[in-house]
């Protein structure tokens, strides 16, 4: 049965604030939550309806934590779609912690991406490049933002990240970083590059100036008609896409 | 003044049955409004606040249609945005009437495209790329939405469309046409290509089976990790920048 206190706990969840002062966050929709099962996250609560629980007993079967069942209506009361026939799941966060790389690693990074559903977006793309290590400016979109989690597509569950002041992290790093730029060299001009950093910044202003002494290449998605900019998560498509293609 | 009626006749244009009666269509906000006033639709009516009006008088001087100053509050009590300082402008939509092709052009085919913010973000990308010419299945999202408007920027104006059964439309134009699939060649293994039709698929079905036949070649972009797909209009972005890359 689903408490009162429990349907408080999840609904707080929707807030920065208690995600930061828990340490928890959710999920909802069959797809993420069933990628969250399938993860390394440490799942505490499920709230699943009959048919969920139905369609999914064998990975149910594995799953040690609370689960309660819920209606349809229920469930959609507790989280942020307006339809929702699924499940919902509580995790835990996972801490922030800086990772070791390689050098012949391909790393996002992004300074300053506000927008949570951009956020979301580059994380899918991220995962479909195989990249499987971002870092964030203290000022990006927070990971957790169930926004940046439904963009993702369940990819969320498939990247390391942290938050850190980028120029510090480069410093450490010592590794190439490209920086997306309107004035740099065009990507289509590379006829082979090294692995790094593409780094990426905010959707109205761009790389911070603090960093560009950190960027060793300039680069520049180039256009052929009269559109001023792209979208940052589109620019990263287009350029993981190029160094996939000159790195493979 | 702004009249009762006239406050009546742009909220009706939110609703695309309306736009439909009338042939007119709405966008707001500084950019999209000063595009459209330079571009080569015909602009019925502009509302605009006195700050917009005393930034931007050079333009409004060649402006002969109808002019209403309001206040920031009227203003946003017309449109969608929250926010919006500047200006709102009604003008004609375009005739549905079909364009000449050559052979040495690119462009982007939409198959029941149905989410409006991805369609404005693909005549965006069109734009960027030098793409001018578009065509769309009758299912897919209407050109005049005003989200569809929105997402692209201003970059609507720059674009020509219309809408028609594409096996039609393809079998008239002879030219290749190149379906995005997930299993088809990989677009980095082209060495070379020639100009054609980019052909996108819906959101959550892709290309529909009946326009299979009309495929000269079925493409993929090439996945290194774990997500089952990409966002539409992300992927045409990543075709549009591979086409023009060999291309050029």
Not at 52 to 58: K, M, T, V
Not at 128 to 156: C, D, H, R
Request: aromatic share 10%.
């Amino acid at each position: 049965m689903l408490s009162k206190n429990t349907v408080k706990f999840i609904k707080s969840l929707h807030q920065k604030k208690y995600r930061n002062e828990t340490g928890k966050f959710f999920v909802e929709g069959e797809k993420s939550v069933l990628e969250l099962l399938d993860s390394d996250y440490s799942v505490d609560l499920l709230v699943v309806t009959e048919e969920f629980a139905d369609r999914h007993f064998s990975v149910l079967k594995n799953y040690s934590g609370e689960l309660i069942e819920v209606t349809q209506n229920q469930l959609e009361q507790l989280g942020q779609f307006q339809s929702n026939n699924a499940a919902l799941a509580v995790a835990t966060c996972k801490s922030n912690q800086s990772f070791e790389v390689q050098e012949d690693e391909l790393i996002i990074a992004l300074a300053d991406v506000r927008d949570p559903g951009n956020l979301g977006t580059i994380i899918r793309i991220a995962d479909w490049y195989g990249i499987k290590k971002l870092v964030f400016s203290p000022n990006t979109a927070e990971f957790y933002n169930p926004k940046v989690l439904q963009a993702s597509m369940g990819s969320f569950t498939r990247v390391s990240f942290f938050y850190e002041d980028l120029a510090q992290v480069f410093n450490r790093w010592k590794l190439p970083v490209y920086g997306a730029y309107l004035g740099g060299k065009s990507i289509h001009s590379l006829v082979k590059t090294s692995p790094g950093v593409i780094l990426m910044g905010n959707e109205s202003h761009g790389i911070p100036e603090t960093l560009e002494s950190s960027v060793t290449q300039k680069i520049t998605i180039p256009g052929f008609g009269k559109a001023e900019s792209l979208n940052v998560a589109i620019a990263t498509a287009i350029l993981c896409d190029n160094f996939k293609r000159l790195l493979s």
